[in-house]
Nanobody, 130 residues
């Protein structure tokens, strides 16, 4: 199982950016894929989750209404569309895969529990300037 996140960069406050997560080596039907982020000197936190079987999603309160997670199963890609970016969105963004969350669903209380994610990709840095 491999995941690779890319698409980060520097953007002005209020701007948009789309991150991509390329997956390989597994069937997305059995997994949930989530985006996490880690800001400087802060703990890593869950951002958005999508369940492979039905495409249902959830997102953290901090990004609701601004970030959208989606998938293109034919291309083995998961995207994170980020709009109305704020300086506090500056972080390294990573994607990760989980079978337990794929079973329980992204709306489960533990959807962003990091120990449930077996496979992680390298992160991509997003910097939002004020």
């Amino acid at each position: 199982v491999q995941l690779q996140a890319f698409g980060g960069g520097l953007v002005q406050s209020g701007g948009s950016l789309r991150l991509s997560c390329e997956t390989s080596g597994f069937s997305s039907d059995y997994y949930a894929i989530s985006w996490f982020r880690q800001a400087p000197e802060k703990e890593r936190e869950g951002v958005a989750c999508i369940k492979g079987t039905d495409g249902r999603t959830s997102s953290a309160d901090a990004v609701k209404g601004r970030f959208t997670i989606s998938t293109d199963n034919a291309k083995n890609m998961v995207y994170l569309q980020m709009d109305s970016l704020k300086p506090e969105d500056t972080a390294v963004y990573s994607c990760a895969a989980s079978i337990p969350v794929g079973v329980a669903g992204c709306s489960s209380p533990n959807a962003f529990l990091q120990v449930l994610y077996e496979d992680w990709g390298q992160g991509t840095l997003v910097t939002v300037s004020s």
